[in-house]
């Protein structure tokens, strides 16, 4: 069943209708830019990386910060045609699409074929590893995968999957992502020990074979640890205040040639742990980019002058994704090392363990699953509401089926972020327990889903049946 909903899911991922194909013809690798030959090459990656519910709401936070990053980001990719912007968070970018203008979704749609702006993982949100089951983090996938797909073609397909703030990850997990078609996977936390013997011996970069029973190819994928975390490297952090690139000598404090080095001697040091001629540097942190001007501006001046001085270091940058960088090692042909199993449990110093720390503060939020997923022994079902009795439609043998994920996204939102902060847990499990759920229902013998009804209360306590009258819609 699980290969079935993977295949579904890796749908979506490929297309193969004409239209698609010559539509694709100037995105996706296609828009990436050509690497410079003998020469070391750094991909800067600018992205932001938007918790789907931390500190605050989901709403919360898509009113207070979210929607101006993409507002802003938009307008910088608009205003350069070198600039790149990688975007992960489903959750967010469906809020902010449907509130467009038919304009400016006309000019999102164009930085998106033309390669501009480029989605990694596509996933309603980037989901916990350790606790969540495998039928929500499929379900969450196809949320997102679909309205990208529907929304863009096949140039909103993500090539590689972005898990770079899980504690920890799992082969099962990334045995789902390499059925669904991703060619790569990066992430940013695995543990102390394991990352400083993998820095010393340059494997930070594998095959990972995550599953022995569905076997290779199906199962393998091309996954990377980023260096230090998925934020800038130190030194150019400039939303957090760090020095800029000052370049006209006529104004004081004129740092061209400081920052250069700077970041050459970075470059040189990150080099020494990776084997391809290509290093990948995430340009941005959580909630960054409600400036987008200033770190564009910035980072422009800096390209600039790095690309002025490569005859003295030999290092070429320009603006990438991981999708491009996936592409340009994968070209390089080089041999890996192969893993095959988890990277749990996560530590990042000695007694400091992270790994399914999302539950252990509030035990009471693993009731934010429906009662389908709240048993690792369960198996794939859908949830069955009682619908005799309503009327001429729905005959005593009739029933409706839930379609959870499709109308209520902060269902996926508290099941697969599982937030250890309280607020967060109390607002998940407060909207779960009150909101009105607009229900799609099959009833038994036909094939076409219907609107059939309003469910106060879907979500119950353990112990308790999900077999509750549901209120007609006339």
Same mark, same amino acid.
Request: one cysteine or more; aromatic letters at 12%.
């Given at each position: ?7 579904a899911?890796?749908t ?20 990436c830019?050509?690497?410079?030959p ?6 800067l990656?600018?992205?932001?990386h938007?918790?789907? &519910?931390?500190?605050r709401t989901?709403d ?16 910088e990719?608009l ?11 489903m959750a967010y ?9 038919a304009?400016?979704q006309?000019k999102v749609?164009?930085?998106v074929?033309n390669?501009?702006? #480029?989605f ?8 916990d ?14 949320q &997102? ?16 999957a972005w ?15 390499a059925q669904?078609?991703?060619?790569g996977?990066?992430?940013g ?13 340059r494997?930070?970069?594998m095959v990972?074979q995550?599953? #022995?029973?569905i &076997?290779?190819p *199906? ?6 640890k980023?260096y ?7 030194g150019f952090?400039?939303?957090? &205040?760090?020095e ?6 006529q104004?004081?404090?004129?740092n061209v040639e ?5 970041f050459v001697?970075m470059?040189?040091?990150r080099? #020494?742990?990776y ?12 909630f960054?980019?409600?400036n ?9 001046k ?14 070429t940058?320009y ?16 041999m ?9 449990p996560y530590?990042h #110093?000695?007694?400091?363990?992270w790994t ?10 693993a ?7 709240n048993?690792? *022994?369960s ?8 619908c005799s009795?309503?009327g001429r ?6 029933i ?18 599982r ?13 779960l ?10 009833? *038994?013998?036909e094939?076409?889903?219907?609107q059939?009804?309003?469910?106060r ?7 308790k ?7 007609r819609l006339?």
């Amino acid at each position: 069943m699980r290969n079935l909903l993977l295949a579904a899911v890796a749908t979506l991922l490929l297309c193969s209708c004409s239209a698609a194909q010559r539509e694709a013809a100037s995105c996706g690798y296609n828009a990436c830019p050509k690497p410079v030959p003998g020469r070391y090459n750094v991909h800067l990656v600018p992205h932001t990386h938007d918790d789907v &519910g931390w500190l605050r709401t989901v709403d919360q936070y898509y009113y207070y910060e979210v929607q101006f990053i993409i507002d802003t980001v938009i307008e910088e990719l608009l205003d350069n045609p070198e600039r790149k912007f990688t975007y992960v968070e489903m959750a967010y970018f469906f809020r902010w699409w449907r509130e467009q203008s038919a304009d400016k979704q006309a000019k999102v749609k164009q930085l998106v074929k033309n390669g501009q702006l #480029q989605f990694a993982l596509g996933g309603w949100c980037m989901d916990d590893e350790a606790t969540t089951h495998y039928v929500d983090i499929i379900d969450q996938h196809t949320q &997102g995968l679909r309205f990208l797909n529907d929304t863009f073609g096949d140039c909103g397909r993500p090539r590689v999957a972005w898990q770079v703030d899980p504690f920890g990850h799992s082969k099962e997990h990334t045995a789902m992502l390499a059925q669904m078609g991703f060619d790569g996977l990066y992430y940013g936390r695995i543990d102390y020990q394991d990352q400083a013997l993998r820095r010393k011996t340059r494997r930070m970069e594998m095959v990972w074979q995550a599953s #022995q029973d569905i &076997g290779s190819p *199906r199962a393998d994928l091309f996954s990377g640890k980023l260096y230090d975390g998925y934020c800038q490297p130190g030194g150019f952090g400039f939303e957090y &205040g760090d020095e800029p690139v000052q370049d006209d000598p006529q104004l004081y404090d004129y740092n061209v040639e400081q920052k250069v080095k700077q970041f050459v001697d970075m470059v040189n040091s990150r080099r #020494q742990v990776y084997s391809s001629d290509h290093l990948m540097l995430t340009m941005g942190c959580d909630f960054q980019y409600q400036n987008a001007r200033k770190n564009f501006k910035i980072y422009d001046k800096l390209i600039k002058a790095v690309n002025a001085r490569t005859a003295a270091h030999n290092i070429t940058v320009y603006y990438s994704t991981p999708s491009c960088y996936t592409k340009s090692v994968h070209d390089q042909n080089l041999m890996w090392t192969v893993k095959s199993d988890d990277f749990f449990p996560y530590a990042h #110093q000695a007694h400091a363990f992270w790994t399914a720390t999302s539950l252990a503060g509030r035990r009471s939020s693993a009731t934010c699953e429906p009662p389908r997923t709240n048993s690792r *022994r369960s198996s794939r079902r859908p949830v069955w509401l009682d619908c005799s009795g309503r009327g001429r439609s729905w005959r005593p043998s009739s029933i409706c089926c839930v379609r959870l994920w499709e109308l209520c996204s902060i269902t996926m939102e508290c099941l697969v972020r599982r937030s250890r902060w309280l607020p967060m847990t109390t607002h998940c499990e407060s909207r779960l327990e009150s909101t009105r759920l607009t229900l799609c229902c099959k009833v *038994r013998g036909e094939s076409h889903w219907r609107q059939c009804g309003i469910l106060r209360h879907v979500f119950l306590q353990p112990g308790k049946h999900l077999l509750l009258p549901i209120h007609r819609l006339e």
